[in-house]
Antibody, heavy 119, light 110 residues
Framework: EDLLLESGGGLVQPGGSLRLSCAAS????????IYWVRQAPGKGLEWVSG????????YYADSVKGRFTISRDNSMDTVYLQLNSLRAEDTALYYC????????????WGLGTLVTVSS | QAALTQPASVSGSPGQSITISCTGT?????????VSWYQQPPGKAPKLLIH???YRPSGVSDRFSASKSGNTASLTISGLQAEDEADYYC??????????FGTGTKVTVL
């Protein structure tokens, strides 16, 4: 079974940083682009960031551009999302998901990791 | 990057059919045949229902079907069942090489 498992969430003060990890099992991570999608409490889904299968292309939503950085280590079957300059509005459950090209086809999702930004 | 517009809620009785709309623009829904639909039961992760406008992944019930006309995509659930109660989201690729999700629709089975 193809699985994704997020970790690294937690409580952080405004302006702080966190690094989220997304570990893959059951499939070859390097064959897929991986994306992060977040969901604020009681709200809808919001695409945040994505990285190509080889790691040479990264994509960001305007709301996080310049503050978040996505990267991957295919040898470790892991994708990372570095969250800097966090704001209260970044509070959300962060999902990592596997994209099947070329459209917005996200066929496998983790359970999410919760990021709470509060003083 | 405004979200795609969906009705906040749709309801129906068991056995009925319901349709959820997803309205975008010529820069997203209308630009490509790259619209997906997701089902999210309460407290769970989203699940892919439809991709590339009309295609169902294996394992997804054929009670779910979808279409697109211009800048609006639609998801139809036929033979509504209690287990269909969930939030439903559309998603589209955009001409800016990004993605948009819909505002989400809560489906209630009466």
């Amino acid at each position: 079974e193809d699985l994704l498992l997020e970790s690294g969430g937690g409580l952080v003060q405004p302006g702080g940083s966190l690094r989220l990890s997304c570990a893959a099992s059951g499939f070859i991570l390097s064959n897929y682009a991986i994306y992060w999608v977040r969901q604020a409490p009681g709200k809808g889904l919001e695409w945040v960031s994505g990285i190509s299968n080889g790691g040479n292309r990264a994509y960001y939503a305007d709301s996080v551009k310049g503050r978040f950085t996505i990267s991957r280590d295919n040898s470790m079957d892991t994708v990372y999302l570095q969250l800097n300059s966090l704001r209260a509005e970044d509070t959300a459950l962060y999902y990592c998901t596997r994209r099947i090209m070329p459209g917005p086809t996200f066929d496998s999702w983790g359970l999410g990791t919760l990021v709470t930004v509060s003083s | 990057q405004a979200a795609l517009t969906q009705p906040a809620s749709v309801s129906g009785s068991p056995g009925q059919s319901i349709t959820i709309s997803c309205t975008g623009t010529s820069s997203d829904v209308g630009a490509y045949n790259y619209v997906s639909w997701y089902q999210q039961p309460p407290g769970k992760a989203p699940k892919l229902l439809i991709h590339d406008v009309t295609y169902r992944p294996s394992g997804v019930s054929d009670r779910f079907s979808a279409s697109k006309s211009g800048n609006t995509a639609s998801l139809t659930i036929s033979g509504l069942q209690a287990e269909d109660e969930a939030d439903y989201y559309c998603s589209s690729y955009t001409t800016s090489d990004t993605f948009l999700f819909g505002t989400g629709t809560k489906v209630t089975v009466l």
